[in-house]
């Protein structure tokens, strides 16, 4: 891990008010994941939004570590991130070409002579505010506080991971929701049979949550769940809240693995956040190691779309709901929690009250959604990742090679079928059956090739947006093996992958 900043910056965020110090200890003074390391490109500077404040992200080839600095420019206020890194390796902006080291300093203003540069590059006022930053078990984290107090807080790191033998597999989407209400979800278990049901879930595996809190405080808390998922079939789950924005559970499946699903919430404004979500697992045969890293992470991320969507259109309404009746604040009286079932909700809910309250207290949500934009791939997720990114590119340079293929392909088809209906020789005195033959043939590379295009269109298709269908209401098959059954989602068995124990 390696840490970068030296300069102030201001107060990331809204002004609390009254509970500023205790906005200041619990969502400020702290570190946020922004990015795996992966979907980073060190050539260009990379723009992200945590807690209302505007970063660049560029990587130091100088220092070898990655920065991140209030993504404005000192001179006219443009964005940093507009520019780019050049051949010092420094951060340029893109409007008069001022140029930023690692230290946030400014090091050159080519409209200046070289006594006004001097004096310019000399006030703190050419500086830029830098963020501490932080690498760890393939993240990027931030410190979205004061730079020189980085070193009082620990990364959010889950202990686990630092243990060998695990196969991760990583996936992240910006979600049109709070970081509270998507932490909210994840830790509680009780929605999965339902909500997910045909993705990562059975509704017939839904039973009453007997989970155990066994420490809360400040920092968080820790719950036991000695049944564990599908009516204990699975064994103990076991599950950890690190305020304010990691959570994980913890299972081991005897036989199969080790199981753990991470989600960090990093809090972009209100009403939107970025998911980081991790799946590991320690497998105790070898085969699984070796088939489950064949499917390409492009696909895995498809998958993962369609669990994150099962729930993400009600999720921000609810939000919506909670707000018009009294907001976090009034959360016990506004909804009703008779069950234990719900034990980690009102735990999540206990710190909020009594330790970190609200990232944006006081501040109202954006208006409400359509479905379209709900269901939206392209920006919050594809743009920003590389493995779909470049298999976005590679199908569409694929596309018009299929289409040719499968427009040769019938025209061949019709040719060696006239030719054959009227009892033509064929090239060469090919026979009548023979032509027959060549005429079946070329049809089938043309069948062939129109399923490849059209699961090509799909899977474009699928990197921009979503169907907006979840699998939970499609009908249920009448008995295995029926149309029904053959008519379930594509993608049902990739997205139970991602989380088996459910």
Known sequence: MASSGTLPVSTLGPTPGVEQESWRQHWQQRWYAVAYLDDLDRSRPTPFTLLEQDLVLWWDAGAEQWRAFADVCP???????????NGRGELEC???????????HCTAIPQADAAQASNACASARSSCGVFATATGQGLLFVFAGEAELAGQRPLPLVPSLEEPGWLVQDTFRDLP?????????VLDVSHVPFTHHRTVGRRENAAPVEALITS??????TATWEEGPRRGKLGSQFTTFAAPGLMWHDLTAKGFARILTVVYATPIRPGECRLFARFPFQFESALPRLLLPLRPRWLQHLANHIVLED?????????????????RSAFTQACFLPTSSDVYVRALHAWIENHGGEPFPGRSLPPRLGGEALMERQQAHTSHCRACSGAQRGLRRLRPWLQLFTGLALVSTAALGGAALAG???????????GW?????AGLLSLAGWLGLAQVQRWELGLSRGAGLPPRNAPEPARRGSPAAAAAPADRGSARAQDPVR
């Open 437 to 441: 033959l060549a005429c079946v043939g």
């Open 216 to 221: 809360e405080g400040a920092e968080g808390f």
């Open 311 to 327: 729930d993400q259109v009600f999720l921000h309404a609810q939000e919506r709901r909670l707000q018009q009746r009294g907001g």
């Open 177 to 185: 929701m709070d970081a509270l209400t998507l932490l909210e979800n």
């Open 75 to 85: 001179h006219r206020l443009v964005p940093l991130s507009e520019g780019r890194l």
């Open 424 to 434: 033509a020789p064929l090239g060469g005195g090919l026979g009548l059956a023979a």
């Open 94 to 104: 893109p409007y008069h070409g001022w140029s930023f080291d690692g230290s946030g």
